[in-house]
């Protein structure tokens, strides 16, 4: 059974920094791309960033771009996400999702599997 | 920042057919790229209901369908059920530099 369990959200002021993990198990986490999605309270869900199966390439979302940096050690089955400069608008809950796909190339992903999530909350 | 846009609730009463709609643009839907659709039940994580713009992954009951055209997309649910009640998003990708990937606004589900 595919598990992602998040861990790491805290309340943090504006401009600090947080480390998010995700442990991963149930299957071959080196054969996979890793994602982190967050949802703020009440809103919708975007998508933050995308780490390849070896950690070779990393993509981000606008509004995070500079600011936070996705990681993860396959030896240990582990996603992270480096959040520095954090605020108030990177309140959110955030989502270590399993990426798969049918076809090469990034197009075509979609997240299959999802954590149940951790919360970041950022304020003063 | 949601680029894809859904509609914010649809209500139906137990067993009748519901859809939901995603209208995107030229760099998401409209480009080629395929749909994919989660059920957010309350207070849990999204889960995959389709990828690949109409394929279910195993588990998911066939009430739910989706189909893709130009650069709309659409969820069916058929013979509604009470459990059925939860937020749905679609998701695709887009060429655009702001994002790999976007979602929909979201529509919340509700049987009456």
């Known amino acids: 059974e595919v598990q992602l369990v998040e861990s790491g959200g805290v309340v943090v002021q504006p401009g600090g920094s947080l480390r998010l993990s995700c442990a991963a198990s149930g299957f071959t986490f080196d054969d996979y791309a890793m994602h982190w999605v967050r949802q703020a309270p009440g809103k919708g869900l975007e998508w933050v960033s995308l780490?390849?199966?070896?950690?070779?390439?990393?993509y981000y979302a606008d509004s995070v771009k500079g600011r936070f940096t996705i990681s993860r050690d396959n030896s240990k089955n582990s996603l992270y996400l480096q959040m520095n400069s954090l605020r108030a608008e990177d309140t959110a809950l955030y989502y270590c999702a399993k990426g798969n796909s049918y076809s090469s190339g990034w197009y075509n992903y979609y997240f299959d599997y999802w954590g149940q999530g951790t919360l970041v909350t950022v304020s003063s | 920042q949601s680029v894809l846009t859904q509609p914010p609730s649809v209500s139906g009463a137990p067993g009748q057919r519901v859809t939901i709609s995603c209208t995107g643009s030229?760099?998401?839907?409209?480009?080629?790229?395929?749909v994919h659709w989660y059920q957010q039940l309350p207070g849990t994580a999204p889960k995959l209901l389709i990828y690949g713009n109409s394929n279910r992954p195993s588990g998911v009951p066939d009430r739910f369908s989706g189909s893709k055209s130009g650069t709309s997309a659409s969820l069916a649910i058929t013979g509604l059920q009470a459990e059925d009640e939860a937020d749905y998003y679609c998701q695709s990708y887009d060429s655009s530099l702001s994002a790999f990937y976007v979602f929909g606004t979201g529509t919340k589900v509700t049987v009456l």
């Open positions: 030229s760099s998401n839907i409209g480009a080629g790229y395929d």
């Open positions: 780490i390849s199966w070896d950690g070779g390439s990393t």
